[in-house]
């Protein structure tokens, strides 16, 4: 028997983050006690090919979707166990050790936008079986509470964002770049601002497996060589969501290859030019963001993938007037600081601390989110 351990004394936690990008698996090990959040490990595990077709398949309808989608929450709960599994051999820890693991789970639908009663997430991952697999609790569906207090259920991350990376003498806005881009601003008067901006990196990365074969543009070499087409962007940049004021949260539901087809069968270019166009709508909708809703900020830090793209962060870097830093300058790398974040939710979850700021989601109030399959 796990015996829960002092809320007051160190507990270990696991994040496991599978966002938008379908990239796969990002897994942390996480010390935490009262405020403190240390980073103790990290493993990564990525999505087999024919996987995230599978999951690119289910975002649209289709035939026999339930059975397949039950059957791809079960590939998903062995691939988080492998995450876990790798995560303990590193550390050299027991099952018993882990209070808890956060999981994300992988959305395939995200509806806040329906008529109120209507509104849904679907997040797939069979937590059950993370649970028997792993021997260690499992915290998951995040986002269903918030939705159900009639709020977006994302995103998330910002709550996190203002209790690790908040400062008391420095309005900070932190950029998170995956394959959807969110914005959490943190002025000093403590009235934190979060939401999705847009597209990150999803249209680029499809546009870029079309044309060159690899699964993203590394650093952004192949777009910075072509030019922006200006109609292109400008019929992209006219999508309402852009203009929908906030609390506001998106994925593939909106933004997919189809959307993107649509605004090219007016606006044809070389592969080149659109991967560049791509690359600056990203950048023009992330700087129009922050300009809008985060006014005075002083400090702006990114992460997630997106960081890596040279390109794009020299582009951002030119329109917002700010340097850009890097989250590994406020103590968590780039590559985790999601995984990191469904670490502490789960941890808020089981203390029965409300993880959402209805600031954030528009939710009604604050609430306790995610689900819990006790070891
Ligand atoms: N070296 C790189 N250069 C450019 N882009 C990169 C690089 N490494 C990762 N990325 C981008 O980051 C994405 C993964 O980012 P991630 O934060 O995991 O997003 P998500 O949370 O949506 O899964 C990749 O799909 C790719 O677009
Ligand atoms: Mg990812």
Redesign the pocket.
Known sequence: MNLPASPSSPRLFIGL???????GV?AVMVTQQADQVAQQGQYFVPYPATLKQALLDLHTPAQDELHQAAVISNQLADLYAQAVHGLLAESSLAPNAVTAIGCHGQTIRHCPELAAGQAYTLQLGNHARLAELTGITVVGDFRSRDIAAGGQGAPLVPAFHQAVFAATDRHRVIIN????ANLSDLPVNGNVTGFDSGP??LL??AWTLTHTGQ??????AWAVRGEVNQALLQSLLADPYFAQPIPKSTGRDLFNQAWLERHLQTHADTPQNVARTLLELTAVTIANALQQYCHGAQEVYVC???A??LALIDRLQTLCGLPIQRTDALGVGV?WV?AVAFAWLAQRCIDRLPGNLPAVTGAAGPRVLGAIYPA
Not at 17 to 23: E, I, K, P, V, Y
């Open positions: 983050m599978s966002g938008t990008s379908l990239d990002d770049i995956g394959g959807i990150g990196n680029m990365d699964p993203y543009d590394a650093s952004g997630g993938g997106g890596h793209n590559d999601e």
